[in-house]
């Protein structure tokens, strides 16, 4: 069966400081890779996807980025946080397009910035 | 623009109670996929069920049934007899038939007292 595992699970960072989230997938192969937010009262938001390995499509401007160095391995980085990076971050995959699969979403990483 | 609507914020009910969920959606296309997940206190949103725009058959899985129109754009769920496992804040969603975003309402917060 296929797991998605998410570390670090909580991350306090001082602001400026750079941040590494590492999401990993097992049990599949060639998923498709997403990156959410979830800030505090508001719902998921689409930060990045990848449909292969070197793929990244942003779908917000920010200061963070995505990379997939390996077919299931998915960073979110940061050079410097910003206060309103705080949030509840998930990792989620799919077996394909958004519109015709169901997402499987990770445990989550819950990132404070002070 | 594609939209999600949970009107809702908070629920409460007591145990036993049925409880329904409303969303609303916006959208211009014809082929779309309607989503409802939950996401109970450890933070892991928990798939559970996918409808596409050309199948407006209600679904019951359980206690769980979903009640889709397409006449008044809601997919609405209902929760029979509720309990308090079902305490979570569920998340209605919308995807674009072939396209890689999931548009996410803000979610409700269902709380079931014993």
């Known amino acids: 069966s296929q797991t998605i595992h998410q570390w670090p699970a909580t991350l306090v960072q001082p602001v400026g400081s750079p941040l590494s989230l590492e999401c990993t997938v097992e049990?599949?192969?060639?998923?498709?890779l997403y990156w959410y937010r979830q800030a505090a009262g508001r719902g998921l938001q689409l930060l990045f996807y990848?449909?292969?390995?070197?793929?990244i499509s942003s779908e917000v401007p920010q200061n963070l980025s995505a990379s997939r160095p390996q077919d299931r391995q998915f960073i979110l980085s940061s050079k410097k946080l910003l206060l309103s990076d705080s949030g509840f971050y998930l990792c989620?995959?799919?077996?394909?397009?958004?519109?015709?699969?169901?997402?499987?979403f990770g445990p989550g990483t819950r990132l404070t910035v002070l | 623009a594609q939209k999600v609507t949970q009107a809702q914020t908070e629920i409460s009910v007591v145990e036993k109670e049925d409880v329904t969920l409303d969303c609303v959606y916006e959208?211009?296309?014809?082929?779309?996929?309607l989503f409802w997940y939950k996401q109970p206190p450890s933070g892991e949103l928990v798939f559970l069920i996918r409808?596409?725009?050309?199948?407006?058959q209600n679904e019951i899985s359980g206690r769980y049934s979903w009640n889709f129109q397409k006449s008044t754009s809601s997919f609405n769920f209902t929760i029979t007899a509720s309990q308090v496992v079902d305490s979570a804040v569920y998340f209605c969603?919308?995807?674009?038939?072939?396209?890689?975003?999931?548009?996410f309402g803000k979610g409700t917060k269902l709380t079931v007292n014993p």
């Open positions: 989620a995959w799919s077996t394909g397009l958004a519109g015709f699969n169901e997402q499987f």
């Open positions: 049990g599949t192969s060639n998923p498709n």
């Open positions: 990848s449909v292969g390995i070197g793929q």
């Open positions: 959208t211009r296309d014809t082929t779309y996929y």
């Open positions: 409808r596409n725009s050309f199948d407006e």
């Open positions: 969603a919308l995807a674009q038939g072939g396209s890689e975003k999931l548009v």
